[in-house]
């Protein structure tokens, strides 16, 4: 089995940055792919970024939400286990509860829904 921690959230002003850490463990051999969600109140969960694993390697290809893209970057440490989100120019609709989770590829990280293994998640709160 494999788990997810993230780390890293907290009240940022408008315009700020912010970075996320995502802590793999577990049978992390299994996992191909980790992606980034968030949830805001009220609002289902959406997938925004995620990467590849490629081996004992950081290299992964990277992919982002249109309401991310451009101002956010996911990287990983393979040393560390550890996948992080760096976000600038924040604004207050990017306030919600940021998870991650894994999976085989990015199709399987699309899918992941209400019944599968969340984490506890980091709050991101934007405002000024």
């Known amino acids: 089995q494999v788990q997810f921690v993230e780390s890293g959230g907290g009240s940022v002003q408008p315009g700020g940055p912010l970075t996320l850490s995502c802590v793999v463990s577990?049978?992390?051999?299994?996992?191909?792919?980790v992606g980034w969600y968030r949830q805001a109140p009220g609002k289902q969960r959406e997938l925004i970024a995620a990467?590849?694993?490629?081996?004992?390697?950081?290299?992964?290809?990277?992919s982002y939400a249109a309401s991310v893209k451009g101002r956010s970057t996911i990287w990983r440490d393979n040393l560390k286990d550890t996948v992080y989100l760096h976000i600038n120019s924040l604004k207050p609709e990017d306030t919600a509860v940021y998870y991650c989770?894994?999976?085989?590829?990015?199709?399987?990280?699309?899918?992941?829904?209400?019944?599968?293994?969340w984490g506890q998640g980091t709050q991101v709160t934007v405002s000024s």
């Open positions: 577990g049978t992390v051999f299994s996992v191909y792919a």
């Open positions: 989770n894994g999976g085989k590829d990015l199709p399987q990280l699309e899918a992941r829904g209400a019944s599968d293994y």
């Open positions: 990467i590849t694993i490629e081996g004992r390697t950081n290299y992964g290809r990277t």
